[in-house]
């Protein structure tokens, strides 16, 4: 892995950090377009999860998008539940000669589905780097698509969190998830107390 790919991709990753619990139902995304070795444009997830990071920071670019590099912290969609243009065709059609991605992402609209797309275009494709980094922003996406329900963890100030999960500690914890997990919450916070150990005895407490 080159020191280069590195720098990049954490500027991507920082970029998604700072919208963290502002985005769900759709996770944080950073994207950093690079041409010779000069960021030409970045973004990330907008406020309750579009427009997605790539088709605000391809456009942006403009002309100095061709032949540039493009880090972004999850694999570009290969299909939009919208049906609008997905983000690996945005940075196709964008000229964009090379994608890093740190995150492959399990859902139904990726999948492998953006990076063989882009790979198809004749697009140089690198994953995997800086995965460990970018695993925080994705941690609460992935346990949803997995479970159906958020994740929730203790948190003292809830930064970062979709939500604070304030049911009462004798209620179905479990269907009340559920409920928070189809309205689109990927990531809860609770604080230490009764509601705290009735989820850790259920198995619902994210350590």
Same mark, same amino acid.
């Given at each position: 892995m080159s020191?280069?790919?590195e720098g990049f991709m954490r500027q991507a990753i920082d970029l998604a950090l700072a919208q963290m619990g502002q985005t769900w139902p759709n996770p944080a995304v950073g994207c950093v377009i690079?041409?010779? $070795?000069?960021?030409?444009?970045q973004a /990330?997830? /907008?406020p309750g999860g579009r427009p997605h990071a790539e088709e605000q920071a391809a456009p942006a670019a403009g002309e100095a998008a061709r032949g540039a590099t493009a880090y972004v912290t999850m694999?570009?969609?290969g299909?939009?539940?919208?049906?609008?243009?997905s983000c690996s065709q945005y940075l196709v059609e964008a $000229?964009?000669?090379?994608?890093?991605? /740190? /995150?492959v992402d399990p859902s139904p609209f990726a999948s492998g589905r953006g990076v063989e797309r882009l790979r198809q275009a004749g697009l140089e494709v690198r994953t995997g780097v800086l995965s460990a980094d970018a695993s925080v922003l994705y941690e609460g996406y992935l346990h949803r698509l997995e479970t159906g329900r958020p994740m929730v963890r203790i948190s003292e100030d809830g930064v970062g969190y979709d939500a604070r999960f304030a049911a009462s500690a004798r209620a179905d914890l479990v269907t009340e998830l559920n409920r928070l997990g189809e309205a689109g919450y990927t990531r809860l916070w609770t604080t230490p107390g009764d509601l705290a150990d009735a989820l850790a005895a259920k198995g619902l407490l994210t350590t």
């Open positions: 020191d280069t790919d690079v041409k010779d $070795g000069v960021v030409v444009s /990330a997830t /907008a694999e570009p969609c299909a939009r539940s919208s049906g609008r243009v $000229g964009v000669s090379r994608v890093v991605v /740190a /995150a």
